[in-house]
């Protein structure tokens, strides 16, 4: 499997006998919820609907699978995601043959979509590679596999020549994970984690070095940090995750 990664996403491609556009964190809905806090901003549906036709466009996917957190409110839906959501999805079943592997934020999205379009939470292996957002516990089906995880908002953060931190960067972060993660823990093969940046353009994220210390999910806690690499959206390598936190004065974990 050799991904294409899309900075226009940034989203990725996953090409094997199917072509699966993934796309990760779009967190419909969260300027409604930002209203609620006293931050007022229109609502960027729109727009977030074009990247995603763009990415669509680009890649030509047989499956678009978003990745968790289609919308942003927990533990309820709001009123901006009732009025949007169904032609959101609509539009986007027109795109492609949609899937959804739910997320923590999506309590009642299950209402919008098909049976078939709604994957278990756990995850589920499409063409040989598991997919799941990665607020839970894998399934023990998904071990010895390649898993594209979301939910974690990878960023990392750059430094110029003068050792100042540039803007944070959506990030992929690729590392081993540890057979404890699965109850059995019996595969030979490893488990290797492709941890997906956020789509949404607001989301913010945790810095790539501190995914394992944040004890985010049952997955971060298993990453092994030795070999672990870090990639820019367009798929750049910057470094292995060892060296960033060297050059952050960090000692990497085993």
Known sequence: MNPVFLPEGPALVVEGRLR??????????????FARRGVHIPSNSAGRMERVRSCV???????????????????FTNRQELRELPAILAALRRLAELRVAPGNHDAGLERFLADDELLPKDGAVIDGTGYLHGHTAPAASLEGRLLVVGHHHPVVHLHDDVGCALRAQPAYLLAEIDGACFACGA??????????????EL??????????????????????????????????????????????????AR
């Not at 699966?20 to 919820?33: K, N, P, R, S």
């Open 57 to 75: 466009e680009a890649a030509d996917p047989d499956l678009l699978l978003l990745l968790g957190d289609v919308k942003h409110s927990i533990p």
């Open 20 to 33: 699966v556009l993934v796309v990760a964190d779009l967190h419909f809905g969260a300027e409604a919820e």
């Open 187 to 200: 595969s030979t093969a490893p488990t290797r984690a492709l941890f997906v940046p956020a789509f949404f």
């Open 203 to 252: 989301a913010g994220g945790l810095d790539v070095t501190t995914i394992r210390a944040s004890r985010m999910s049952p997955l971060s806690r298993c990453i092994r940090e030795e070999g672990a690499e870090v990639f820019l959206s367009d798929g750049t390598y910057i470094d292995s995750l060892e060296g960033l936190k060297r050059t952050a004065g960090e000692s990497p």
